[in-house]
């Protein structure tokens, strides 16, 4: 008889089977998929924390260093950057720019740094007129219009000014829209960071900030937004699959009880009031808010409103009229500017007072020059010729504008 002793090769092939076999047989068992999920199964260590405070990025601003969102802009300073610098590439003044983030104009930014735009910069807004922004075409002219000095030689101005560039739609950001923190004295990034639950260090990589974490009273501070998970498959798979209503015959299912006064008549209770009530309580009138006509504004146009005031679609009303109709003053003011929007139509701005302001657009034949002093129901300008002859009316409040309607007589 021939006895066969294995080999090497073969008793190494026999273990590695021995040591293969439970790893096949765990296989086997689990029918459902296999979660990689290792949160609080190997010891101390736990990601639910770092994965319920994680951030997304800042978004990438556009060729003129802005981020524009559907209720503001932010601008992101360049390296080597002065306010001077971020208010020249976008448009805006610099002293406003400045009194609106608390800074001098000859501020050094960081590169990456936020700054806060108190309107939209010019070219990235659109409205009735055309596609121009009226707050930012007159804005220079508006801060450096004198408040009360007439003008004795009221001639009309025709020097044609320059045409502005047509307006370009800005690239809107999509989702939500980032909460603008503006700092109060005392705050730290560290309690702004605990107070809407962020890490610090996403909001010092969105706003820019220093290595000391450093921020400054009256800055604004873009806060972070949170990482949404994905929603698990199960979870969109249940959602997916449609619930089974059970119907019922009429007089099955659920009982009605039955009311107490059907077997056992309610025993009859005298419930004594509280409080007397008193019996003569005085007579107060309370008079109605009223506004009088002294201070109401007049009519630019005697017409009919074709447009009526929307925030942010339409900051005015449009009142048609007929070609060549005058146009007057709502109220007694000085001429703040006149400027023209990208089509070469003329607009004229007046200042009431130190905030309120009225703008009349797509007027034409002009009769008051720039810091003339003007009276309730003067002539201004007249409507364009044309088959829709109409005035684009604004009331701004500073630069914001608020319904005209309320304002009128």
């Known amino acids: 008889m021939t006895v066969t002793y294995p080999t090497r090769r073969d008793r190494a092939t026999g273990r590695k089977v021995l040591m293969a076999l439970p790893l096949v047989a765990v296989l086997a068992a689990c029918e459902a998929p296999l979660d990689y999920d290792l949160r609080g199964q190997i010891g101390a260590f736990n990601t639910t924390k770092a994965a319920q405070t994680a951030t997304t990025s800042r978004p990438k601003p556009d060729s ?12 992101v300073a360049r390296r080597g950057d002065t306010l001077n610098d971020v ?14 983030n608390g800074m001098k104009t000859d501020d050094p930014l960081r590169q990456g740094e936020i700054i806060a735009l108190p309107r939209r910069a010019p070219g990235t807004a659109s409205n009735s007129t055309g ?28 020097t044609p000014l320059a045409p502005q560039p047509p307006a370009s739609k800005p690239q809107v950001q999509s989702g939500p829209e980032p909460v603008r923190h503006k700092v109060k004295r005392g705050e730290t990034a560290y309690t702004v960071s605990r107070l809407y639950q962020v890490p610090v260090k996403a ?8 290595s000391d974490f450093a921020i400054r009273e009256g800055q604004f501070l873009l806060i972070p937004l949170k990482d949404r998970p994905a929603p698990r498959k199960e979870a969109s798979a249940a959602a997916a699959v449609p619930a089974v209503a059970t119907v019922t015959a009429p007089g099955e299912g659920t009982s009605t009880p039955t009311p107490p006064s059907a077997t056992k008549p309610l025993p009859q209770e005298t419930v004594a ?17 009223t506004r009088s006509a002294s201070s ?16 942010g ?20 003011g000085t001429v703040a500017a006149i400027t023209k ?3 070469n139509i003329p607009i004229i701005v007046i200042r009431h007072d130190a905030k309120l302001l009225t703008v009349y657009a797509n007027v034409d034949k002009i009769a008051v020059n720039k810091g003339d002093t003007v009276s309730r129901g003067q002539t201004i300008a007249a409507l364009r010729d044309g088959p829709s002859a109409y005035v684009h009316f604004e009331v701004r409040n500073g630069f914001e504008s608020v319904d005209p309607l309320p304002y009128l007589q």
């Open 64 to 75: 003129s260093g802005l981020i524009t969102y559907p209720s503001y802009q932010v601008a």
């Open 87 to 100: 208010a020249g590439r976008i448009g805006l003044p610099a002293s406003e720019l400045a009194r609106f």
């Open 131 to 158: 596609g121009v922004d009226i707050a930012s075409l007159a804005g220079d002219a508006i801060d450096s219009a004198p408040s009360t000095t007439p003008n004795a030689a009221s001639t009309v101005n025709t």
């Open 203 to 210: 909001l010092a990589e969105w706003n820019g900030l220093g």
């Open 273 to 289: 009031p509280a409080a007397e009530a008193p019996k003569d309580l005085p007579k107060v009138e309370v008079p109605a808010p």
């Open 296 to 311: 109401a504004m007049s009519y630019p146009v005697k017409g009919k409103i074709t447009r009526t005031y929307a925030k």
């Open 313 to 332: 679609k339409n900051d005015g009303i449009d009142i048609a009229g007929a070609a060549g109709a005058p146009v007057q003053a709502a109220d007694g």
């Open 341 to 343: 929007d990208s089509n």
